[in-house]
């Protein structure tokens, strides 16, 4: 009903960069939150960054000021733009999106949560 694809993943070398893109499509009326998770290895799942519909942000501590969040409403995407990057960023990151598929559910407020199938980012030298 809703998918979401995650692209621009990597081999990257610490200090470097990578831009990740999360492209949501089919039955949406609105997208209220859009997320970004990663799971490293033998580690639980975490929220790096969180976009609103408003556009307001939030991040993890051990991501701030080298991670922003981004995103296009009128094209469903969003964005995270990884700077400065560590091989403890080394993950598997997860776009998460809270959906509307009707009008009727965005009137009172009700969002479904989807995943994407994850993009693997590694820091290596």
């Known amino acids: 009903q809703v998918q979401l694809v995650e692209s621009g993943g990597g081999l990257v070398q610490p200090g470097g960069s990578l831009r990740l893109s999360c492209a949501a499509s089919?039955?949406?009326?609105?997208?209220?939150?859009m997320d970004w998770y990663r799971q490293a290895p033998g580690k639980q799942r975490e929220l790096v960054a969180q976009?609103?519909?408003?556009?307001?942000?939030n991040y993890a501590d051990s991501v701030k000021g080298r991670f922003a969040i981004s995103r296009d409403n009128a094209k469903n995407t969003a964005y995270l733009q990884m700077n400065s990057l560590k091989p403890e960023d080394t993950a598997v990151y997860y776009c998460?999106?809270?959906?509307?598929?009707?009008?009727?559910?965005?009137?009172?407020?009700?969002?479904?949560?989807?995943w994407g199938q994850g993009t693997q980012v590694t820091v290596s030298s």
């Open positions: 998460n999106a809270h959906v509307a598929t009707n009008q009727a559910m965005a009137i009172l407020h009700i969002y479904r949560e989807y």
């Open positions: 089919g039955t949406i009326f609105s997208i209220n939150a």
């Open positions: 976009i609103t519909s408003g556009g307001s942000t």
